[in-house]
Nanobody, 116 residues
Framework: QVQLVESGGGLVQPGGSLRLSCAAS????????MSWYRQAPGKERALVAT????????VYADSVKGRFTISRDNAKNTIYLQMNSLKPEDTAVYYC?????????WGQGTQVTVSS
């Protein structure tokens, strides 16, 4: 059974930091590209960052470049999203995504709220 379990969300003040984690199981993790998406209220789900299966290449949305860092530990079947200099507009539910060819898996999401 495929599982993607996100953790690390919460309430943080503007300018603060959070680190999200996504623990994967039930598939061959090191063969999948992994991504973080987010969905704010009233908006469509949007890509935040992607990392290739070996972890050698990353892509970021323009809105998070220089503030967020995606990484993965293939030994632990886990990806991370380090989020620094958080802004109120980063408030959203953050979802973990695994993709390999036509196989796509989603986690349940973790809420991140940036507010003073």
């Amino acid at each position: 059974q495929v599982q993607l379990v996100e953790s690390g969300g919460g309430l943080v003040q503007p300018g603060g930091s959070l680190r999200l984690s996504c623990a994967a199981s039930g598939f061959t993790f090191n063969q999948y590209g992994m991504s973080w998406y987010r969905q704010a209220p009233g908006k469509e789900r949007a890509l935040v960052a992607t990392i290739t299966s070996p972890g050698t290449s990353t892509v970021y949305a323009d809105s998070v470049k220089g503030r967020f860092t995606i990484s993965r530990d293939n030994a632990k079947n886990t990806i991370y999203l380090q989020m620094n200099s958080l802004k109120p507009e980063d408030t959203a539910v953050y979802y973990c995504n695994a993709r390999r060819r036509t196989d796509v898996y989603w986690g349940q999401g973790t809420q991140v709220t940036v507010s003073s």
